[in-house]
């Protein structure tokens, strides 16, 4: 059985800096590719980044150069250092894994899904 499960949210000042982090269980992290996607509230849920199996990393415009995403194959783990955010990064981040060889950007051609974790940026 498959589970993602993401960790590392919470409240932070706009500038501040939040790392989450995703745990694997069921699956090999290295084989998938493993995106970062988040939703705020009353919007669709967007791509943020990707990591492909051979660890080339794919950002939106929005977190290129704020953001970074990396793995930890002996955690089977998927993290996301966040750095200098703002308002408008805040919503439900979600982890997420996809069999494609590619990396893709759209939430509905991902295969697994996390719960969650909500992140909340003060002005």
């Known amino acids: 059985q498959v589970q993602l499960v993401e960790a590392g949210g919470g409240p932070v000042q706009t500038g501040g800096s939040l790392r989450l982090s995703c745990a694997a269980s069921g699956l090999t992290s290295s084989s998938y590719v493993m995106g970062w996607f988040r939703q705020a509230p009353g919007k669709e849920r967007e791509f943020v980044a990707a990591?492909?199996?051979?660890?080339?990393?794919y950002y939106a415009d929005s977190v290129k150069g704020r953001f970074t995403i990396s793995r930890d194959n002996a955690k089977s783990t998927v993290y996301l250092q966040m750095n200098n955010l703002h308002p408008d990064d805040a919503g439900v981040y979600y982890c997420a894994a996809d069999r494609a060889i590619v990396v893709r950007t759209t939430p509905a051609e991902y295969d697994y899904w996390g719960q969650g974790t909500q992140v909340t940026v003060s002005s």
């Open positions: 990591l492909s199996r051979s660890r080339e990393t």
